[in-house]
C-alpha cells in the first residue's frame, strides 16, 4: 500500500511539473505576440501612410493651380520651385524625403485637354460639370480634329437642349440668354462624347442659392511626387487639370 501511495504522488508531481512547463510555453508566446503587436503599431505609425499620401497629392494639385492663376511659365516655375523648396523641408523634420517635379509641355505646346472629366482621352466621356444652375455664360473653344460629334447637354427637370458641334469651333461662346431662350433654371450643364474632342472652355454662373462659381480648363500637367522612407521609395505622377 505504501508502495502505491508513493507512485501515485511520484506521478502528480510529474503532472504538475508539465502543466507549469505547458503553461510558461503559452504565457511565453502570448507576451511574444503582444510585444510583435506593439512594435508593429510603432513601425507602422511612424511610416508613411495612404492618407499621408492622399493629402500630399491634393495640397500638389491645390498648389499646381494657384500657380497656373499667375499665368506664366515663368511664374508657375517659381512658385513651384518654392513649394518644393518648402515642403522639402517639413517632412525632412519628421525623417521623409520629398520631392516635386513637373512638366509643362502641355502648356508649352498648346496641348489642350479632351472635354472628358479628368482631361485624358480615356476619361469619362459623358459626366456632368455642374447642377442647379440659376445662369451661365458658357466659352468654349474646340481644337481641330474633331473626330466626331461633341455636345453641350443642358437640361432641367422636364427638358433638355443639346448644342451640338460637328465641326472644331474656335472661341463661341453662349450667353445666359441663349439658354433661357431655350430652357429654365435650375439645370445642368453636362458634356457629351468629350473624349471627341479636346480644347479648352469657362463656365461662369451662378447657382440657385446665389453661390457664384467657375469651372474652367486649359490643360492636363504632370506633376511628380518622389517620396522616400525606411521601408518605401517610389515615384508617383499625378494627372493635374488647369486651371481647374
Known sequence: MKGIIKNQGAQFMILAGFII????VITTIILNSI???????????????KYDMINLVQITKDEFRSAYNNSSIDSFNRQLDSFNG????????HGEGIKIGWDTS????????????????????????????NNSDITINIIPPLSSSFIINITNATKYWNINFT???????IINTQIMNHISPPYSIS?????????NYSINGATMNG???????????????SFFMSRVRTNLTIPITVPW
Do not use: M, Q
Open 191 to 199: 458634356f457629351i462624347n468629350g473624349s471627341n474632342a479636346n480644347g
Open 106 to 133: 502641355n502648356w508649352n505646346s498648346n496641348s489642350y485637354t479632351y472635354f472628358t472629366d479628368n482631361g485624358l482621352s480615356g476619361g469619362k466621356t459623358n459626366w456632368t460639370l455642374v447642377e442647379n444652375v
Open 167 to 173: 465641326t472644331p469651333t474656335p472661341g463661341v461662346t
Open 21 to 24: 512547463a505547458v503553461g510558461l
Open 211 to 225: 453661390k457664384n462659381f467657375t469651372r474652367a480648363r486649359d490643360y492636363v500637367l504632370n506633376g511628380t511626387v
Open 86 to 93: 518648402d515642403i522639402s523641408k517639413i517632412y525632412a523634420l
Open 35 to 49: 510585444i510583435f503587436e506593439v512594435n508593429i503599431t510603432i513601425g507602422g505609425g511612424s511610416e508613411f501612410s
